[in-house]
């Protein structure tokens, strides 16, 4: 604590993000990164770009990128907002549309930056229960509030909602904005982007940083109407021109652009996922169903702390979240058919030698 | 404006950089950019780093980037902080050391993001006059303030203020925290960054986009007292825990381990800055001595506005800023030899023209 900290980094609690060891002896299934290296197309348009006017700034509207995307989601280019990652797009759109009054709604189990927004902004919030199932109770977000925060599929619960069901929130909430974070939902699930011309008050956050193997890249993006665009710019523009670099604007046009390298990445995943499940389930792990590229999963014995201290000794990181409902369980990022072998006989040792 | 937006949304002015226009056809001397590409070691560094895990998150503490900014500064590196640009390094600082009590201060001619920021972050602040050769009035920062933020050289006005002088505004001020903005240090002023150690209030900011060449890729950062550099952090953590993504940690990088080409360059601009004011002053210019890559000048008899208009019809950007004591002048960033002989050669006839 410095007497020279603002009120706000006085009181703050940051959010902390999985490990990023810098040597490379690990198995990384902590951050639900992608197992595999994004699109040679991709590398090849950086590569392009660093050749080209670096000295200059960026376009600080995107306008190229975004056009990609409107395309192909068959929106309107006004209709897109571009930012250095999700969490960039998310702060500031809860800077856009959350005011100090009326508390947000989020659920109780949930992606932990959120509280950490809340909490930077001085917005009142109110953390709605998961039911028994960790799904999403729908009429618990039917009440006055100040905006809402729902991430589809829910990380780290995996948990998928249907589009019916999220359009009942959204419709009962015509007075809020509903924030949609899809940062999963390439694994699986439908994405509420198209719906976004039905809905003034519907704002959906993807990222490149898990389907599109670009989380190096920082590059995440909203779909909204018009108007909710245009407050998220008003943000941006006053803190940040150029929140995007060159590079990043040029590797995610090239993302977009290589759908058939995309589709066989997420199937890979997704095969991956049905593949391991029924070995965790025989060593006596629950594990919850899911549309990400990540499973939560809890032991009917050993302990969640255990087996995630246990696996870093063994060389495997993954993710556990020491918080009331969720200390038993831990969040383990779907890596290629050989790192799950890894962890699987891992895990059989670590769950054998803590029965004895 | 739109329901939907939070208060502080609506009562934004955002800031509107200058123009960065898709088609080539201009001499682009408006953004303060450098002419010269950034050195091949670094887009060599880029190159490799886009071939290398970029489906990984980059290293949220930036440690190899720090390391090499603190050895170049002769700082340990945990006095350094590294964001997306310094806009949001001081956007940052803003939030992490400035409170809504007390007016901060800065001077009424500056980077007009100063104002935004207050506005944004609801910031009470003071504007300090430049005297009327547009020098900053040391005792006017020696009052009880907020927070002080100075560019120095100062933008728009090139104007740039010794060491010495800069200190006595840093230790009058020993109970809040005085940023000094560094953007365009390189050309011919001398940075404060090695008096870090001596002022716990201190924080140095500076940018790869002007002397390094590197606006196209957002890196920024900061130097000050380790307590400052965490109440950045904290901040930084409570938005996006990864805001430097793994091209612009190499690139950036590679351009403090280029040392002959960033001193080459740096030359370069101030050489041609010395030729080109002889030749602006022959044609009525007033001309303020410069220590950075661009000027700021006001003609004896045509209006800037004129004159920016008619630069644009030919095909030359320069920046116009409409305020109050500089509506009369232009910033003007040197460019190569070359572009600086057609922008001389268009004024020597817009003047002509608008005498008759
Ligand atoms: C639910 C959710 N939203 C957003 C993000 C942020 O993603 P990024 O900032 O990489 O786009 C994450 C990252 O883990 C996440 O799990
Ligand atoms: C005085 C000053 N500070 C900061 C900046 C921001 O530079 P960047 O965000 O590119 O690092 C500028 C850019 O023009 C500037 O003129």
């Known amino acids: 604590m410095s007497k020279y900290w603002s009120e706000i980094a006085k009181n703050i609690e940051p959010y902390v993000p999985g490990e990023q060891p810098k040597n490379k002896k690990y198995i990384k299934l902590n ?61 500031f759109s809860f800077m856009a549309f959350f005011n100090q009054g009326t508390p947000i709604l989020f659920p109780d189990i949930t992606y932990s930056f959120y509280e950490v927004y809340a909490e930077l902004f001085k917005l009142k919030y109110k953390l709605i229960p998961l039911d028994d199932n960790f799904d999403i109770p729908i009429d618990s977000f039917c009440i006055k509030n100040g905006g809402i925060v729902i991430p589809n599929p829910n990380a780290p619960t995996t948990r998928y909602m249907s589009i019916e069901c999220l359009k009942k929130i959204v419709e009962c909430n015509m007075e809020s904005v509903v924030i949609i974070d899809e940062a999963y939902i390439d694994f699986g699930g439908e994405s509420l982007a198209r719906f976004v011309n039905d809905y003034p008050n519907l704002l959906v956050v993807q990222t490149l940083s898990k389907s599109r193997a670009l989380a ?66 025989a060593l006596g792990f629950k594990v919850l169903e899911s549309k990400t590229n990540f499973l939560f999963v809890s032991h009917n014995k050993t302990h ?9 000794n063994d060389g495997i990181l993954v993710r556990h979240f020491d918080k009331p409902r969720t200390h038993n369980f831990l969040r383990i990022t779907i890596g290629t058919d050989e790192e799950m072998d890894i962890l699987i006989n891992k895990l059989k040792n670590i769950i054998s030698k803590t029965y004895l």
């Open 31 to 91: 951050t639900n990164e992608n197992p595999y290296p994004p699109s040679p197309k991709v590398i090849n348009a950086i590569e392009q770009a660093a050749n080209n006017n670096l000295q200059l700034y960026p376009d600080p509207n995107c306008d190229d990128l975004r056009n990609t995307l409107a395309n192909y989601y068959e929106l309107s280019s006004d209709q897109v907002f571009i930012g250095n990652g999700s969490d960039e797009v998310l702060a």
């Open 216 to 281: 190096g890249l920082r590059v995440g993006f909203a779909f909204g109407h018009i108007d909710l665009i245009e407050g998220l710019n008003r943000i941006k523009n006053s803190i940040n021109s150029y929140t995007v670099n060159r590079l990043s604007l040029a590797g995610a046009k090239a993302a977009f652009e290589d759908e058939p390298y995309f589709k066989n990445i997420s199937s890979k995943i997704i095969n991956t996922r049905k593949k391991v499940i029924p070995y965790l389930k």
């Open 304 to 312: 969640a702390k255990i087996i995630f201290r246990e696996l870093k």
